[in-house]
């Protein structure tokens, strides 16, 4: 019989267990369980958040890692493949979960929720804060990366109005809703920026994009603009964001992401108006546990016939 430890923070190692047959299901819930159980698995299921590379000395040859998260980019590709672990990440598990997240941000933003759940809680019905608020119809909406999240924000922000465009790498092999003359290469991002009053970040954390949201970005975007981030917290270069904050080069910000998190209690993130911050649970739901087991149920059958295990990264 197989066995999978799962370390998570939510309760997926029941609806895991109640879902297979002839696995045994290890519910761990410290390093510790996990370093106790893991020579004795096949299996590993768990988060960037929950990782550590103590965990490595840990696997054997044929360990199968299935990440709960899209982005990969905290796990140790490299010594995966160099022990033989195959390692499969849970992409197209948040699509829906992560573009509604990002337009609960981008309206959050834009209809001044925060300084009117203020007012809630002091039982204030001043109606000043909505002559601070904007409309989004028939403004510029940027998808910064166009994959499976980036394609399903842009689906959505053209039934709200949006003119929308969008950014990826290999444009030619893109094959989405949006018209290919709005689609464009990474290369041609600033050219698009003049004109952008929502910047929406869906990208990996790669080489490539660490701080790829510098200063630059912020001083060619119009002061009307936001910027909402549910890509990783990396992406953005966040002394450079709260400087273009605090000189008014952009209007506000909506962050599921953040360089460090938890985000650290003295950040001036947490207090400013202009910025709405949420503890990355872009992806949660409250059928996390549902959608996430018949992701993993699919991939435990194709492991055990020996087939191709689907979002296999290593």
């Given at each position: ?6 370390y ?8 895991v ?45 044929g ?57 809630q ?9 909505g ?14 990366g ?14 709200f ?102 985000l ?51």
């Open positions: 019989m197989s066995t999978a430890v799962i998570h923070d939510t309760p997926i190692a029941s609806t267990r109640e879902a297979t047959d002839g696995l045994t299901v290890v519910a761990a819930e410290s390093d510790a369980d996990v370093r106790d159980h893991l020579a004795d698995a096949d299996i590993f299921v768990t988060n960037p958040q929950n990782w550590t590379d103590d965990f490595l000395e840990s696997l054997s040859a360990t199968w890692i299935q990440s709960t998260s899209i982005g990969y980019d905290a796990f140790p590709l490299a010594e995966f493949a160099d022990r033989g672990v195959t390692f499969t990440n849970a992409e197209t598990l948040h699509d829906t979960a992560v573009s509604e997240h990002a337009f609960a941000l981008a309206f959050a933003l834009s209809r001044r929720l925060g300084p009117l759940f203020d007012n809680r002091r039982r204030d019905w001043s109606r000043r804060v002559d601070e608020m904007w409309l989004w119809e028939g403004r510029r909406m940027t998808v910064f166009l994959g499976n999240i980036g394609e399903s924000v842009a689906r959505r922000a053209r039934a109005g949006f003119e929308v465009y969008g950014v990826k790498r290999t444009p030619s092999i893109y094959s989405g809703v949006l018209p290919p003359d709005r689609v464009v290469a990474t290369e041609r991002f600033y050219d698009l920026l003049p004109e952008t009053e929502l910047l929406v970040l869906t990208v990996p954390l790669t080489d490539e994009t660490r701080h790829v949201i510098d200063a630059s970005v912020f001083e060619a975007l119009p002061d009307s603009a936001a910027v909402v981030n549910v890509a990783r917290g990396p992406v953005v270069d966040q002394d450079a964001l709260l400087a273009a904050l605090e000189a008014g080069e952009i209007r506000g910000a909506g962050l599921d992401v953040f360089e460090d998190e938890p650290p209690e003295g950040s001036p993130l947490w207090g400013r108006d202009d910025t709405v911050v949420t503890p990355h649970v872009g992806g949660r739901s409250d059928d996390f546990s549902v959608r996430f087991t018949r992701l993993f149920v699919d991939n435990y059958r194709r492991w055990r016939a020996g087939e191709s295990l689907a979002n296999r990264i290593v």
